[in-house]
């Protein structure tokens, strides 16, 4: 069975650009997630979708940065336009909800290591 | 708001040797807790979890942990450790609150040196 598929695995850019990343979670998953993982730190949530819907993007910065989930399937998050401090890795996790009052595993992809310039 | 404590930012161990990695939670409602593993250049993999039941959760790799409700602790142990244990560790917390489908509320990672 694949895995998480995240793309591209690396980015350079330089400040004030945009820049994007995909992720396709495991077939039939139906929650996906979005992490930033900071140097010498833990991930931290960005956004979570049940479907289609984005049921918790409290911590997303929307000024710069948007997400979309079309179909319930593949994820973009985008950041427009960059800045240093976006320098991090970009993970995107899935997960397999049946029903609530479990904790579903997480499954995570290999991440996106974005350079800002 | 719920936090988590790792409070080793590096733990060596010779090869063959047991370890301990300790993980200390803060939250005002009752939690899910896993460890994770990440090895370089490749995303997080689940070692275990617990949700309930068994104090003793055993995981992959001859991990297991402890869940200590009066210590708000889950700290993860191996009896024998090898070279390919080296790692980045790291222990997170779900709130049962929110169903179980919430976003994982991690640590900032030990990383696990093996010395030969």
């Known amino acids: 069975e694949a895995g998480v598929v995240q793309s591209p695995r690396y980015k350079i850019i330089e400040k004030k650009q945009p820049v994007a990343f995909w992720c396709n979670p495991i077939?039939?998953?139906?929650?996906l997630y979005w992490y930033r993982q900071n140097l010498g730190q833990g991930p931290e949530l960005l956004i979570r979708?049940?479907?289609?819907?984005?049921?918790?993007d409290s911590q997303l910065p929307k000024d710069r940065f948007s997400a979309e989930r079309l179909k319930g399937v593949d994820s973009t998050l985008k950041i427009q336009p960059a800045e240093l401090g976006d320098s991090a890795v970009y993970l995107c996790a899935s997960s397999l909800r049946l029903y609530s009052g479990r904790a579903d595993t997480q499954y995570f992809g290999p991440g996106t290591r974005l350079t800002v310039l | 708001a719920q936090s988590v404590t790792q409070l080793d930012s590096q733990v060596p161990v010779f090869e063959e040797a047991p370890v301990e990695l300790r993980c200390n939670y803060s939250s005002s409602v009752s939690v899910y807790l896993f460890w994770y593993v990440q090895y370089p250049n490749q995303g997080l993999q689940l070692l275990l979890k617990?949700?309930?039941?068994?104090?003793l959760v055993k995981g992959i790799n001859g991990f297991e942990a402890e869940f200590n409700k009066s210590q708000t602790s889950f700290h993860l142990r191996k009896p024998s450790v090898h070279i390919s244990d080296t790692a980045e560790y790291f222990c997170a917390v779900i709130l049962l609150s929110g169903g179980g489908a919430d976003g994982l509320t991690f640590g900032k990672g030990t990383h696990l040196i093996i010395q030969p």
């Open positions: 979708y049940e479907n289609e819907e984005a049921v918790d």
């Open positions: 617990y949700l309930s039941g068994s104090t």
């Open positions: 077939s039939g998953h139906n929650t």
